[in-house]
């Protein structure tokens, strides 16, 4: 299923197809995924929680532009904040990536990307791996 070793993020994995994926919890007493994963499904407190590969793709569900990195943020800025409605249904908080996040629309077909995240001002700092959503190519609004 995922395989964890080669990521940054405990919340990537690697699917079948080798395709970076992120990783929640499902229920079959509540039928309905999570995320982030836990050990309990937060919907009906039931212990069989499973991992879960949770669709690549989405709309844009809400969004805002940050224009100020907040402390111990050392990338690019202004960058798009918001919430993103995977295929599935589940909606969650992601950092959104894009060039011009002003420009977001509501609706916006959206896809999982990881990038990486200085972790410092200089290049000796490193980097972190990061998962994020970005318009897809199809930048019409649904």
Not at 45 to 56: M, R, S, T
Request: a negative charge; aromatic letters at 8%.
């Amino acid at each position: 299923m995922a395989d964890l070793a080669a990521m940054t993020d405990p919340m990537l994995g690697k699917n079948s197809a080798g395709q970076t994926v992120l990783l929640g919890g499902f229920s079959e007493q509540s039928q309905r995924s999570h995320f982030p994963r836990g050990s309990v499904c937060p919907y009906t407190a039931a212990e069989d929680v499973v991992d879960h590969e949770l669709p690549q793709t989405g709309v844009l569900w809400a969004c805002t532009v940050i224009n100020s990195a907040p402390p111990g943020y050392f990338g690019k800025v202004p960058f798009g904040f918001g919430v993103v409605q995977l295929d599935d249904g589940l909606r969650i908080v992601t950092r959104i990536a894009a060039d011009l996040p002003g420009e977001l629309q509501i609706g916006q077909p959206m896809q999982l990307v990881v990038e990486d995240l200085p972790l410092g001002t200089s290049e000796e700092d490193g980097t972190m791996k990061i998962w994020a959503f970005t318009p897809t190519l199809d930048q019409a609004a649904t």
